[in-house]
């Protein structure tokens, strides 16, 4: 790249319509984004603002491919350069993005059932392990695996510790928690592994102050790892601690 030349942004999203059918009215169609343009830049956080029902959480299920969208453009500058549309992109692509490049926290956290908060976290870490298999090893040892998942688990250790969740919860199943304690856990899967992208959908709206402020020092250590953000915060003191710049969704 030429000295003076600007940096391309992490995200460029062009000119992205989405509408739902509501199928119970006739098929009535409800638009809810209509020419959205957006741009984030590696280290740059970009809160998304305005009345609820404008779009926003919309625009952020796009981005992680749990909405499809109706026309435009997602596109995701990669880690290893080139680009990929997130709006054209398969299954396995998204899926393999969400390994290692596509982060996201909602307000809600989603697990399996019966497993321990510890490896809800630990998971994430060991699914973007690339390390190639040893074809001279034996089947039935299983120590490296042993020895990444204790790793993995010291690093969610980190942060439930950094994040305030009581130890004796570590090994529980986040089901029985509150909803303060499940969303801590949310934020240690989303965080504990530097992304591409992270997307913050109300990352704070159940969490006292001294875990708000643990938050923003979170994504503030994110970003100057070079990561692009992308959030929505009810929480004006979060919003302003963390966003560098904001963009309205208004009436049409």
Request: with cysteine; proline share 6%; aromatic share 4%.
């Amino acid at each position: 790249m030429k000295r003076d030349e600007p940096a391309q942004p992490v995200l460029d999203v062009q000119r992205v319509h989405k509408r739902f059918t509501l199928h119970l009215r006739e098929g009535l169609q409800l638009p809810v984004l209509q020419g959205v343009d957006l741009q984030v830049h590696a280290g740059e956080c970009v809160a998304l603002v305005g009345p609820s029902g404008r779009g926003k959480s919309t625009l952020v299920k796009c981005l992680y491919g749990s909405y499809a969208v109706d026309a435009g453009q997602l596109w995701l500058r990669r880690d290893g350069g080139g680009r990929i549309d997130l709006a054209q992109a398969t299954p396995q692509q998204l899926l393999a993005l969400r390994r290692r490049e596509l982060a996201y926290v909602s307000q809600f956290l989603r697990a399996l059932p019966r497993q321990a908060a510890l490896d809800v976290v630990a998971e994430r870490l060991l699914q973007a392990e690339t390390v190639e298999p040893d074809l001279d090893a034996d089947p039935l040892d299983d120590s490296h695996h042993r020895a990444a998942l204790e790793a993995a688990r010291d690093q969610a250790r980190a942060l439930f510790t950094r994040l305030n969740l009581p130890s004796g919860l570590w090994g529980l199943p986040p089901a029985t928690f509150s909803g303060g304690e499940q969303q801590r856990v949310n934020i240690a899967r989303g965080l504990v592994l530097p992304s591409r992208l992270l997307l913050l959908d109300e990352p704070t709206a159940s969490l006292d102050a001294a875990n708000r402020r643990v938050v923003i020092d979170l994504v503030h250590e994110a970003k100057a790892r070079g990561t692009a953000v992308v959030g929505i915060f009810h929480d004006e003191e979060v919003r302003k601690a963390v966003a560098d710049r904001h963009v309205e969704f208004s009436p049409g």
